[in-house]
Every structure is written in C-alpha cells, then in structure tokens.
C-alpha cells in the first residue's frame, strides 16, 4: 500500500521557477505556466506606464524546461509573460490562455493558442486511456476602474482523466481578487484535491489586484481543498502581503487542510 501511495503522489508534481512559474507534471503531461525568467533588478512592463522589479532570480530558464503538452497563461503581463519567454520557448507548443493574450501572442508568432471564454475547456489527449481538462475560470484583477486598466485574467481547474473518471483536480486561481462567486469552481468542477493561490497583496495605482493574505485564506475557506500550494507572494517589488500574512491567518481561522508551501526550485506533490 505504501508503494501504491508513492507512485500516486510522485504522478501530480510541481516544480517552483519563482512567483507564478510552476512546470506541471500530471499523469503523462507536462506543463509550465505563466513563464518569467527575469532575473533580479530587472524590470517587468506592466502596461500603462507601470513597472515592476524582479527581487529574486527565477529557479527555471528555458534551456533547463522538458519538451512541454502546453504553456498555461493567466494572462499577458510582464511578470508573467516576458521577452526572454517570447525569444525562447517554442513557438509550436499550445498556449491556453486568455482571448486577449492569445490574440497578442498570434502577433508575437505563436501559432497554436488557445483563447478560452470563461468556463470554456480545452482538453490535451495522451493515446486513449489518459487526458488533461483544462477549464478556465474567471477572476478580477483590479478592483472599480482598474478592471478596464488591467488585461483579462483567467484561473483554470486542471482535472487528470484516467479511464473515464477524474483521477486529480487542481484550481490555479491566477491573478484574481477574492470574489464569493469563484465557489462556482465546486458547483461546475467539483471537490478538489489542490489550490494554487496567486497572493502577495500587489500593488498599483495605490489599489490592491491580487488577493492578500486575508482574501488568500477567504478562498481556502470557501474551496476547502485539502492542500493548497500559494505562489507569487515576494518575486517583484509590487508584492506588500507576504506569505506569512497568508499562513497566520490560515492559522487564525483555524482552516482544515494543509499549507504545502514550495521554494524555489524545489519540486512537490500536489496529491494530498
């Protein structure tokens, strides 16, 4: 039984590149999402005029990658999508995003994206046996007038499909305030063996547009998942919730499930 549950926890891994950079390994695919490979004291162009600066050196550079199923795009912003990802990463590989990146990605020579509506689902196939669900989830990047400052953002439930029945389901929120109707992601997808919040509180205009630690534990609350992994909380100078923030008030609350949190370049199970 022992070795049963090694082999069940080794199969949904991520790797950590740095704020919200994972490589993906679910089942058969492989996957990386939202790629920066800035490294520290670089800056990241946000649009309209705002910057942000790199405070880390990401654990993960193209050369390091596997060949990838897919790339998996919150949305298109410096800190998430940068020059040295347009200049490196193979222009074949699928990208699933949003439909305003996937329309700038185009213009930049990637062929095969995938623009999703909200709740749109796009699915990658391994033989007959085995799939990848990747459903996209709205989320709210600014609060008021920033929403038509900022680009669309998306969160995707990813579910591994074996034989037919769902065999692991993750949420990656993106960068998303909390919102009370991101427990739509239960009523649509179902029960879920892992969260992957974006945190950090960040900052623009004066106006927060990611969760902090507090709006981070609402979700926990709301979703209820037995693990969750946070991620983008002190990669770039705009972060003003550090992790801490997050895990005390999980803490507070007293929330059921695990906090996994992963370093930089480590790798972790996202199995309960």
Same mark, same amino acid.
């Given at each position: 039984?022992?070795?049963?549950?090694?082999?069940?926890?080794?199969?949904?891994?991520?790797?950590?590149?740095?704020?919200?950079?994972?490589?993906?390994?679910?089942?058969?695919?492989?996957?990386?999402?939202?790629?920066?490979?800035?490294?520290?004291?670089?800056?990241?162009?946000?649009?309209?005029?705002?910057?942000?600066?790199?405070?880390?050196?990401?654990?993960?550079?193209?050369?390091?990658?596997?060949?990838?199923?897919?790339?998996?795009?919150?949305?298109?912003?410096?800190?998430?999508?940068?020059?040295?990802?347009?200049?490196?990463?193979?222009?074949?590989?699928?990208?699933?995003?949003?439909?305003?990146?996937?329309?700038?990605?185009?213009?930049?020579?990637?062929?095969?994206?995938?623009?999703?509506?909200?709740?749109?689902?796009?699915?990658?196939?391994?033989?007959? &046996?085995?799939?990848? #669900?990747?459903?996209?989830?709205?989320?709210?990047?600014?609060? !008021? *007038? $920033?929403?038509? @400052?900022? %680009?669309?953002?998306?969160?995707?439930?990813?579910?591994?499909?074996?034989?037919?029945?769902?065999?692991?389901?993750?949420?990656?929120?993106? &960068?998303?305030?909390? #919102?009370?109707?991101?427990?739509?992601?239960?009523?649509?997808? !179902? *029960? $879920?063996?892992? @969260?992957? %919040?974006?945190?950090?509180?960040?900052?623009?205009?004066?106006?927060?547009?990611?969760?902090?630690?507090?709006?981070?534990?609402?979700?926990?609350?709301?979703?209820?998942?037995?693990?969750?992994?946070?991620?983008?909380?002190?990669?770039?100078?705009?972060?003003?919730?550090?992790?801490?923030?997050?895990?005390?008030?999980?803490?507070?609350?007293?929330?059921?499930?695990?906090?996994?949190?992963?370093?930089?370049?480590?790798?972790?199970?996202?199995?309960?």
């Amino acid at each position: 039984m022992a070795d049963l549950d090694d082999r069940r926890a080794g199969d949904v891994t991520m790797t950590f590149g740095g704020n919200a950079t994972m490589l993906l390994r679910i089942g058969a695919f492989t996957l990386l999402t939202d790629p920066s490979f800035l490294h520290r004291g670089q800056r990241a162009y946000l649009g309209k005029g705002l910057w942000t600066r790199r405070l880390t050196d990401p654990a993960l550079q193209p050369t390091q990658l596997p060949p990838l199923d897919a790339i998996l795009l919150s949305h298109l912003h410096g800190d998430h999508w940068d020059d040295i990802a347009t200049r490196h990463l193979d222009k074949e590989t699928p990208v699933v995003t949003t439909q305003e990146a996937a329309k700038a990605l185009n213009r930049k020579g990637f062929a095969a994206t995938s623009d999703l509506r909200p709740w749109q689902q796009h699915v990658l196939a391994q033989g007959t &046996d085995e799939e990848l #669900r990747i459903t996209s989830v709205p989320g709210v990047h600014g609060p !008021g *007038p $920033l929403a038509k @400052v900022l %680009p669309p953002v998306m969160g995707s439930v990813l579910e591994l499909v074996r034989g037919g029945e769902v065999s692991w389901r993750g949420y990656i929120s993106g &960068d998303t305030l909390f #919102r009370p109707f991101l427990g739509e992601v239960l009523e649509r997808c !179902g *029960p $879920l063996d892992v @969260v992957i %919040p974006h945190l950090g509180g960040t900052k623009a205009l004066g106006l927060t547009v990611t969760m902090d630690g507090r709006q981070g534990a609402d979700l926990v609350e709301l979703l209820k998942p037995p693990v969750t992994v946070p991620v983008h909380y002190d990669d770039y100078d705009r972060f003003a919730s550090p992790l801490g923030d997050f895990v005390a008030e999980v803490a507070r609350r007293r929330l059921p499930g695990t906090v996994r949190p992963a370093y930089r370049g480590e790798t972790i199970s996202l199995r309960a």
